[in-house]
T-cell receptor, first 113, second 115 residues
Framework: AQSVTQLGSHVSVSEGALVLLRCNYSSSVPPYLFWYVQYPNQGLQLLLKYTSAATLVKGINGFEAEFKKSETSFHLTKPSAHMSDAAEYFCAVSEGGGNKLVFGAGTILRVKS | GAGVSQSPRYKVAKRGQDVALRCDPISGHVSLFWYQQALGQGPEFLTYFQNEAQLDKSGLPSDRFFAERPEGSVSTLKIQRTQQEDSAVYLC?????????????FGPGTRLTVL
């Protein structure tokens, strides 16, 4: 069965610092991987997705993630944090050909001024 | 264009009441999904429709949960005889086609509180 583990339920960074949110997945087949962001009282918004075309995926708002098969990881990074990045971030996996998403528990990102 | 909309945004029910949650997907989207998000957790899959056909309902937690999409557009998630453990945010998502790579677009959710 698929599963997603997000290390760290809360991450705090200073404005301008590197953002690193960790995601490890388990899948029996080559996966599709997603990062979503959720602002308070809003739905989830897609940041980026990996669909096997390229291991380094660039998304919106300056975020990117790298698929590392050997480490079964898909960590999310951003070089310089902005206050507006404060939100909850979810990593999700969908097995090839499947439809439902399996989400991690989420990481709340706090950005300090 | 308009995104996925859900109504009501907030619902308070007394234990034992039936509730109905509505989802309006993006026009033309074939696939529709329901997820349940408990407080402090990630969303968990409930059920999936391709047009009007319910192809996967493996995530529905009990037979008190029922979903339909009779005309392949609007969907309703019904919960009968609500229990306190049903309190959660119910998210609806739609996608254009039916492949696993298609982006799912989420609505704002319905926050259900069962007293």
């Amino acid at each position: 069965a698929q599963s997603v583990t997000q290390l760290g339920s809360h991450v705090s960074v200073s404005e301008g610092a590197l953002v690193l949110l960790r995601c490890n997945y388990s899948s029996s087949v080559p996966p599709y991987l997603f990062w979503y962001v959720q602002y308070p009282n809003q739905g989830l918004q897609l940041l980026l997705k990996y669909t096997s075309a390229a291991t380094l995926v660039k998304g919106i708002n300056g975020f990117e993630a790298e698929f590392k098969k050997s480490e079964t990881s898909f960590h999310l990074t951003k070089p310089s944090a902005h206050m507006s990045d404060a939100a909850e971030y979810f990593c999700a996996v969908s097995e090839g050909g499947g439809n439902k998403l399996v989400f991690g528990a989420g990481t709340i990102l706090r950005v300090k001024s | 264009g308009a995104g996925v909309s859900q109504s009501p945004r907030y619902k308070v029910a007394k234990r034992g009441q039936d509730v109905a949650l509505r989802c309006d997907p993006i026009s033309g989207h074939v696939s529709l999904f329901w997820y349940q998000q408990a407080l402090g957790q990630g969303p968990e899959f409930l059920t999936y429709f391709q047009n009007e056909a319910q192809l996967d309902k493996s995530g529905l937690p009990s037979d008190r949960f029922f979903a339909e999409r009779p005309e392949g557009s609007v969907s309703t998630l019904k919960i009968q005889r609500t229990q306190q453990e049903d309190s959660a945010v119910y998210l609806c998502a739609s996608s254009l086609a039916s492949g696993g790579v298609d982006t799912q677009y989420f609505g704002p959710g319905t926050r259900l509180t069962v007293l």
